[in-house]
């Protein structure tokens, strides 16, 4: 199991963060929002700047992005940091703002550290862009792989700098903020979890299409409810998303499935909900090394996720091309929990049909 490591025995020291904040709540916002108290605890000044500020995007003649890149250059000399953190190389335009950054880093003497969260942009780009990015990285002071992102590098061709390692972006959450947060769902959540039993917990924070299937897998396990419904006719699932719920209740809705589905949609932590599920799914197209997944471990849910990159140890696991196996799966692990003298029986009905994005 990997650790976290690279914000100790950091004391005393001006610290600037690039990334991003919640809202929403995603996994490099919520591991930023966690190491910020870390660092502040060991008498560190500690300064946040949001590299998604609105006019970074505006796309007249880069007009937007140049004045993102002067607001961050003054932001910088302003604070004058001795470390700073920049957390989001998979933005757009990244060469420039690393470029930048460097150019900080030789005329204050700070020491440049990457953290790396996603860098599957690199499957897209040619070999002349990723020559041109590994020529930048060679001048970093400190390269942090979050979870599996280092794999992505070597099978992109590139060299990750000698001072590097590899971490787990799991921070453990404040229990005592537990309640407090509860207290911020809808009663309408509490209803439903009260007249449904087992229940099951899924969570997108984008709504990211690949090949018309969605990328967090919602769509198929909307298909899968038909065949655990079967087993257990009040089983429900809590579908988690930042926004587009409608779309999926209608999805639901379409193939007699809404009362058993509930999708919560806003800025909402995951990691209260835990401990009132029986199953937590990640059944994703393409991912990294997911905090949800980290944090349902963490509190003994178990996990069964897409077996399509590296897991942590403690997950079960699926292909994500084969739904009857995703389906035995979730039924082993009920049948385990509720019927233990029972041997699991799968039983398929015809699954809604496929959608598309236009859909």
């Not at 460097?102 to 003497?109: A, H, P, Y």
């Not at 409810?225 to 257990?232: D, E, Y």
Request: glycine content about 4%; charged content about 20%; some cysteine.
């Amino acid at each position: 199991m990997l650790s976290h490591d690279y914000s100790k025995n950091v004391f005393n020291k001006r610290i600037a963060i690039l990334g991003i904040l919640p809202p929403p709540y995603g996994g490099i916002s919520v591991h930023i929002q966690r190491v910020i108290p870390i660092f502040k605890k060991q008498n560190n000044d500690v300064f946040f700047f949001s590299v998604v500020c609105w006019f970074r995007n505006i796309k007249l003649c880069y007009i937007g992005f140049v004045s993102y890149l002067l607001y961050l250059f003054f932001w910088l000399c302003i604070r004058w940091p001795k470390i700073v953190y920049f957390h989001t190389l998979f933005l757009s335009c990244r060469l420039t703002e690393l470029r930048l950054l460097l150019f900080f880093k030789k005329i204050s003497g700070a020491k440049l550290i990457l953290i790396d969260h996603n860098n599957r942009f690199l499957d897209l780009k040619s070999k002349k862009y990723k020559k041109k990015l590994n020529e930048l990285l060679q001048q970093v002071d400190q390269q942090v792989f979050m979870g599996n992102t280092k794999q992505y590098y070597l099978s992109s061709g590139l060299v990750p700098i000698k001072n590097s390692s590899c971490e787990s972006p799991f921070l453990p959450p404040d229990l005592m903020q537990g309640k407090k947060l509860l207290a911020y769902y809808p009663q309408e959540l509490f209803s439903f979890m009260s007249q449904h039993q087992p229940l099951l917990l899924v969570n997108a924070s984008q709504q990211t299409m690949i090949n018309g299937r969605h990328l967090y897998g919602f769509d198929l396990c909307i298909e899968a409810m038909p065949a655990l419904l079967k087993q257990f006719p009040k089983a429900g699932f809590i579908f988690v998303t930042s926004y587009r719920a409608d779309y999926w209740r209608s999805f639901a809705k379409k193939f007699g499935l809404r009362d058993h589905c509930f999708f919560l949609e806003g800025n909402y932590q995951l990691w209260p909900l835990f401990k009132k599920v029986d199953v937590f799914v990640r059944p994703n197209k393409a991912d990294v090394y997911p905090i949800s997944l980290l944090e349902a471990l963490f509190f003994k849910t178990p996990s069964i996720a897409s077996s399509v990159c590296q897991r942590p140890q403690g997950t079960i696991l699926f292909d994500i091309n084969n739904k009857k196996e995703f389906i035995e799966k979730i039924i082993t692990v009920l049948v385990k929990k509720y019927e233990p003298h029972k041997q699991p029986h799968y039983l398929y009905a015809q699954s809604p049909q496929r959608h598309s994005q236009g859909n």
